[in-house]
């Protein structure tokens, strides 16, 4: 984050939620959901998660989940079902440029809990919490063009496509296109007040 950035808002009081799932801080029992995520080869090429993560490189990786608010890059998530507390994947609401109002998002599900919808969920409670952040007013999606599943989710999720940035990130040592989304602040809505 920009030295220039306001500081960060407080952890949320209650954790966020929507259908199924609920967004709730990192903690050491995400582990296992961790080594899990850690299987599908894409998720280590585009983070901070190696692939086929030990069990101390897993608790590495919660570790410095723990730490981002505290360091001011965003909100780290846990995607948890709502009715067992079982995590489900990850999610991240990053504010590099919180100072201009602006934030990126990303969200990943544990393969074996993929095919449910519950990533739709996740986001779009994700997205309600952006929304409750003051002075944010823009939430922008970095989507391979081939990540079909993932555009899906970002569209039922209310995400609008904005364009196609050609050689936009490095992947796994290779320079990718990405598709940009973006969901802005509801208009009538106050920043800082929130969405339902």
């Not at 081939?146 to 050609?166: C, D, K, V």
């Not at 320079?175 to 929130?194: E, F, I, K, N």
């Amino acid at each position: 984050m920009s030295t220039n950035s306001p500081p960060l808002p407080p952890w949320p009081d209650t954790p966020p939620r929507h259908g199924r799932v609920l967004l709730r801080a990192v903690t050491e029992q995400d582990v296992p959901m961790a080594r899990d995520l850690s299987t599908d080869p894409y998720v280590p090429a585009t983070g901070s998660l190696p692939a086929r993560a030990t069990p101390s490189q897993a608790r590495a990786w919660v570790r410095r989940q723990q730490r981002r608010h505290a360091e001011g890059s965003g909100f780290s998530f846990t995607i948890a079902v709502a009715a067992t507390g079982r995590a489900v994947g990850h999610c991240g609401l990053w504010l590099r440029e919180f100072g201009a109002g602006r934030a990126s998002a990303g969200y990943a599900l544990a393969p074996s809990a993929r095919g449910k919808g519950l990533a739709v969920d996740a986001l779009t409670a994700l997205t309600h919490f952006a929304w409750t952040v003051p002075g944010l007013f823009r939430i922008a999606l970095y989507i391979e063009p081939a990540n079909h599943a993932s555009i899906r989710t970002a569209e039922a999720a209310g995400y609008l496509r904005e364009g196609l940035l050609r050689s936009h990130q490095e992947i796994a040592g290779r320079r990718r296109d990405m598709v940009l989304y973006a969901a802005v602040r509801p208009s009538g809505t106050s920043a800082g007040a929130p969405v339902a």
